[in-house]
């Protein structure tokens, strides 16, 4: 009796674990065996799409909340990278419902009533499908060499602490940790900061999530971390520099580390943010002008984006970072908007100036794109593309004009992105069969053009159309391989 009684409780015990088990498959990701993709625990690929909703947990309420997550989930984005200790005065400044996340400014001593607000979006997010890239704190928490509202309220002692209890309340969440928030490691006080924050967070919550870092803009967080066996992936800020930045470099730079980690774009530059914001705009001078001749109405709209001597960032740089990113060995890629990250209402204080509320920008062109970037390379295995520029025939451009070109491991298909229309001349023997080649319509998610060519020799192609604005990701399928135009 005693051993059959015990036979119950072992087999009991086992189907809860295989139960448990299954239940946190779709609740996290892990590194696929290449390192060079995330998928979750069953082996299926991930494919990250992000948004970055800095303030999201700070400035919206629940209902806005719901509308900002459920068309996001409709853009086709997977993760929403959101900071639980904002940017924008967020130790002191209530969210919503007037809660701050510390007593006292103490991170040992968290607010649940703030906390509980962070649940509510986060059980939201996952009831969409949709994965939290959750950043514990922006970096203006902890001693940086570029401060921010802060206040500085991070030591070893209290980060640990603060991550063991978010670790704990998240364990079970779809989450991903992003530590950083904008800042570099400042020296080695600072670092062993994190590494404690860190130690907390996998305490808390057992090691079931992937850990990376968001640093300041124009590096990476292999610079300064790559060989911590806590940062699980590298991510980049490409920044807010210029158009057709070359976001490829830090692909191209992350791809040869060893060891050998996955890497993803975290901060691009954002739809309807100033090229070089920090340089071109003069908020003083524009503040202090009179009402009919500031580029800033009443209500602090951006009414002239003329102030900004290369204008703004548009969806076409949504589309050309987010092509070059890709097929640069990136296995993801995050989008953002200028009044998004902040939550921007009109009447507000602001960051940045903006040329809309959130709610206007939720809908803008280049957040449109995302879904059907995420409709080509779900249409094909994404994970099997290798970087390849070799498939161009002669010397490729930098610039606005430059090309890329990715290949799949078993030379099944081939995507070159065109960023200006241009003509391109094709190596087609890079596969080993005849060839199905189409065009994808970066803009509107069609094809047309498919046609059958010989894999031998060099082929010219040219898109549709050419020009600013005018991308086209030309589509080179073995035809042997049954692949589907779109």
Known sequence: MMAKRLLFICMAAFFLAACQNNADTSRSLIVSGNNKYLTYPDGTPFLWIGDTAWELFHKLDREEAIEYLENRAEKGISVIQAVVLAEMDGLRLPNAYGEVPFIDLDPTQPNEAYFEHVDFIVDKAESLGLFIGMLPTWGDKIHSEHPGSGPVVFNKENAQIYGEYLGKRYRDKPIVWILGGDRNIANMEVLEIWRSMVA???????????????????????????????????MYQSGHTRHYSDVYRFAEHDALLFPRKPFTEGEPAYEDIGVSFWTNWNIAKAESASDTVSPIDHTGVLRDPSVYKEGLFT??????????????????????????????????????????????????????????????????????????????????????????????????????????????????????????????????????????????GIREFTPPTSGTGQDWMLVLDDATAELDTL
């Open 315 to 456: 969806d076409a740089d949504v589309r050309v970072h987010g092509y070059w990113n890709f097929l640069a060995g990136s296995f993801g890629y995050t989008y953002g908007n200028n009044a998004i990250w902040q939550m921007w209402e009109p009447g507000t204080p602001y960051a940045i100036p903006c040329t809309m509320s959130w709610r206007e920008a939720m809908d803008r062109p280049g957040a449109d794109d995302l879904r059907h970037m995420r409709k080509l390379f779900e249409s094909r295995p994404f994970y099997k593309l290798i970087p390849d520029q070799s498939v161009i025939y002669g010397p490729v451009p930098g610039g606005r004009e430059h090309i890329r070109a990715a290949i799949a491991d078993d030379k099944t298909f081939m995507l070159v992105y065109l960023s200006v229309g241009q003509t391109v001349k094709v190596n087609m023997e890079k596969l080993d069969h005849p060839v199905n080649a189409w065009w994808y319509d970066t803009r509107e998610g069609t094809s047309s053009g498919a046609d059958e060519y010989a894999n031998e």
């Open 200 to 234: 907390g967070l996998e305490a808390g919550d057992g090691e079931r999530h992937l850990v990376t870092y968001h640093p300041r803009g124009a590096t990476s967080s292999s610079w300064y971390l790559h060989n911590e066996d806590w940062l699980d992936f590298n």
